[in-house]
T-cell receptor, first 113, second 116 residues
Framework: NAGVTQTPKFRILKIGQSMTLQCTQD?????MYWYRQDPGMGLKLIYY???????DKGEVPNGYNVSRSTTEDFPLRLELAAPSQTSVYFC????????????FGPGTRLTVL | AQKVTQAQTEISVVEKEDVTLDCVYE???????LFWYKQPPSGELVFLIR??????QNEISGRYSWNFQKSTSSFNFTITASQVVDSAVYFC?????????????FGKGTHLIIQP
């Protein structure tokens, strides 16, 4: 049981490039989340999903897109990367919605130059 | 709107000292849940505890203990006899149980440094 896995662990992008951050969970959780963590700050919610085929915006969705075609996978897409998207990205999952405990992946550190 | 405040940006203590991390929250809901997560230098987020708003009993788990006081909207975390391995950033978080599927509201974290 691997829990929540994320790839890649590190990535450097040039301004204007695009990429997809992968997130997979093997706990059969219904809910999945994407957060970003900026230095000295707590985590902020980008997008979440309550089940396959259903996604919704969080607090800071601009510049990102998501899809949820399966229960296990919840990729985050960055289009036209900007320096403001330099951050650490965490994926999380939970069995049910709040207040079920969310379990986090190891994070992806992204730098946009 | 919900909010979590961790006023201590960084705390440094010598090993074996006791240390308390403060967490103050704001919410309009009567039913809510509070969490603590640990982020060690390796970067992952590790779940430590979840408490609901109806349970004000203090919780103890080994060297860790949590003090939940609704009267002061606080959910403080104490490490007894600290160890170097406790060095990490600790986050307090809040979730309202009002039906929204929005994620957790996090504080900015407290960086705890345990010196040998």
């Amino acid at each position: 049981n691997a829990g929540v896995t994320q790839t890649p662990k590190f990535r450097i992008l040039k301004i204007g490039q695009s990429m997809t951050l992968q997130c997979t969970q093997d706990m059969n959780h219904n809910y999945m989340y994407w957060y970003r963590q900026d230095p000295g700050m707590g985590l902020k919610l980008i997008y979440y999903s309550v089940g396959a085929g259903i996604t919704d915006k969080g607090e800071v969705p601009n510049g990102y897109n998501v899809s949820r075609s399966t229960t296990e996978d919840f990729p985050l897409r960055l289009e036209l990367a900007a320096p403001s998207q330099t951050s650490v990205y965490f994926c999380a999952s939970s069995w049910g919605g709040p207040p079920d405990t969310q379990y986090f992946g190891p994070g992806t550190r992204l730098t946009v130059l | 709107a919900q909010k979590v405040t961790q006023a201590q940006t960084e705390i440094s203590v010598v090993e074996k000292e006791d240390v308390t991390l403060d967490c103050v929250y704001e919410t309009r809901d009567t039913t809510y849940y509070l969490f603590w997560y640990k982020q060690p230098p390796s970067g992952e987020l590790v779940f430590l505890i979840r408490r609901n708003s109806f349970d004000e009993q203090n919780e103890i788990s080994g060297r860790y203990s949590w003090n939940f006081q609704k009267s002061t909207s606080s959910f403080n975390f104490t490490i007894t006899a600290s160890q170097v391995v406790d060095s990490a950033v600790y986050f307090c978080a809040l979730s309202e149980a009002g039906g929204s599927a929005d994620g957790l509201t996090f504080g900015k974290g407290t960086h705890l440094i345990i010196q040998p």
